[in-house]
């Protein structure tokens, strides 16, 4: 019985660090082609929606 405990920990950990949900490339796909900043958009930019966290997607 101890180890279905270790296999499920095992089994969640390998669901949070899968590769495809964390990737950078996601959230540029999410931005419309834009960049994500900290924040605001730079004075050459404009926001053009926003990405995850605190971040802007700016064109």
């Known amino acids: 019985m101890k180890i279905l405990y270790l296999l499920f920990s095992l089994f969640f950990l390998a ?12 959230e540029m796909f999410f931005c419309r082609g ?3 900043h900290f924040g605001g958009c730079p004075i050459h930019l404009v926001k053009v929606g926003s990405c995850f966290g605190f971040r802007s997607c700016c064109k």
């Open 34 to 36: 834009g960049s994500c």
């Open 15 to 26: 669901l949070q660090v899968s590769p495809g949900l964390s990737s950078p490339r996601r």
